[in-house]
């Protein structure tokens, strides 16, 4: 399984509600991100954890709440969200640690797309 | 601090016809990843090409290889045999490497190419 999957892959949520947004793999990645996409712009860095323990926060404002369960799964819970928050979310993982540098590199899922109204 | 620069923000290519894409960088560190990658319009941010800093040789997977020169912070990378599944967003990115191959810190990305493939 060399897959990242993010569910779900689009959402429409008020400015008052709480969802959740998720990501699994099954690589054996050791670190895992989180990433926001505004249209026709790079991915921005939100979150990285690293043998399950946040290791960055990018000043991310505080109605995102990341989560790490375990080494496979990564949740964004998201509360009070305003609609300059519309974006697409990427989840990614890579490996960490000792390891081949030939096979080094990022996984990324398909992202959720994300419009708050 | 590490900055990547594309300076092509748009780019077309006939069909069957070769591209290549600029990338410059700047950085202080000696061991570091660069990286491209592709993401199309189904957003799924696709591993393209990899080349490790301490390696002389340029990368190639198929009809992608890259021009890699240290010395001039360069990274560009030639799309041979275009296809029009090529199309797509193309982001070149690089990561400082620890001693261990692992990361050491973020993925930093440039601002993108946007290429289109024409038939």
């Known amino acids: 399984d060399t897959e990242v999957t993010q569910t779900p892959k689009h959402l429409v949520m008020g400015m008052t509600n709480k969802k959740s947004l998720k990501c699994e793999q099954h690589m054996g990645h050791r670190a895992m991100y989180w990433y926001k996409q505004k249209a026709k712009k790079p991915p921005e860095l939100m979150f990285v954890y690293s043998y399950e323990k946040l290791s960055i926060n990018e000043s991310v404002p505080s109605r995102f709440s990341p989560e790490c369960p375990n080494s496979s799964l990564l949740n964004l819970h998201l509360h009070a969200l305003q609609p300059e928050d519309s974006a697409l979310y990427l989840c990614?993982?890579?490996?960490?640690?000792?390891?081949?540098?030939?096979?080094?590199?990022?996984?990324f899922g398909s992202g959720t797309r994300l419009t708050v109204v | 601090a590490q900055t990547v620069t594309q300076s092509q923000p748009e780019m077309s290519v006939q069909e069957a016809e070769t591209v290549t894409l600029s990338c410059t960088y700047d950085?202080?560190?000696?061991?570091?990843?660069l990286f491209w990658y592709k993401q199309p319009p189904s957003r799924q941010m696709i591993l393209v090409i990899r080349q490790e800093a301490y390696k002389q040789q340029n990368a190639t997977e198929n009809r992608f290889s890259v021009n890699f020169q240290k010395a001039a912070k360069s990274f560009s990378l030639k799309i041979s045999d275009s296809q029009l599944g090529d199309t797509a967003m193309y982001f070149c990115a690089f990561m400082k490497r620890n001693r261990y191959g692992g990361s050491q810190g973020n993925l930093i990305f440039g601002k993108g190419t946007k290429l289109s493939v024409k038939p």
């Open positions: 950085t202080s560190e000696n061991n570091y990843y």
């Open positions: 990614a993982s890579s490996p960490e640690g000792r390891r081949d540098p030939s096979n080094y590199g990022y996984t």
